[in-house]
């Protein structure tokens, strides 16, 4: 019975997020969205096969405008890394509605980067009132360690993937997205710039198909 309710939710969420791609998406204005990864950098553990854990936290949503649903597209380095799976943080369910996350991954295609996509929402029919305002995590993401190569764990724009979502099911893009980084040793990469600002005066208007180039869905209950 508990599966096939999680079923449901990840279906309806999936649902959601397949509609969402013909749909407007709208930069915020007021420059305090944030989507991060805590922490920031990850220091290897003491062998390869080893795990660690990176959590997401989405901060500055506001009452006026709160939130009800949320996306992020991660880039990673495939032969560094890779993420047996996900479990859902406490931020959503912070009104005391249920809410359900699903995950698709993509590490086999050798012409674009090993990619984790993950999303999260209040269930349906849970009314807007419980949406959730100010900051907080949404999930976290066990890594298992691959090998002795570092790997920055990119937050991207790519194919605007990344998103958060009010209760009139309008898409925003984060003001900011702080990206996180996996290394064996402080000196052994140069740590690029951690931090991406939206710019207010560049629009796109519809998600593609997410379909087009990803070659696994992976379902987790």
Known sequence: ?????????????????????????????????????????????PAVNDSFIDSIFIGGISTSNPLY????????????VHSPYCMEGPFMKSNGATSTIFVFSNNIDPYFPAELIIGGSLGPGVPKEYAVSGSGYVCKIIWKVKSGKNSVLDITRVDNDTWWMDTCLTKFL???????????????????????????????????NPFSRRTTIDIRL
């Open 1 to 45: 019975m508990y599966k096939l309710v999680a079923i449901l939710l990840t279906l309806f969420f999936i649902e959601r997020f397949i509609e969402g791609k013909n749909s407007p998406v709208s930069y915020t204005t007021s420059k305090s969205t944030v989507i991060s990864f805590k922490p920031e950098t990850t220091y290897a553990p």
């Open 69 to 80: 649903g949320w996306q992020v597209d991660v880039h990673y380095d495939s032969d560094a």
């Open 174 to 208: 984060f003001d900011t997205e702080v990206d996180g980084y996996f290394k064996w040793s402080p000196s052994m990469i140069e740590e690029p710039k951690n931090s991406k600002t939206q710019n207010p005066k560049l629009e796109m208007d519809v998600y593609p």
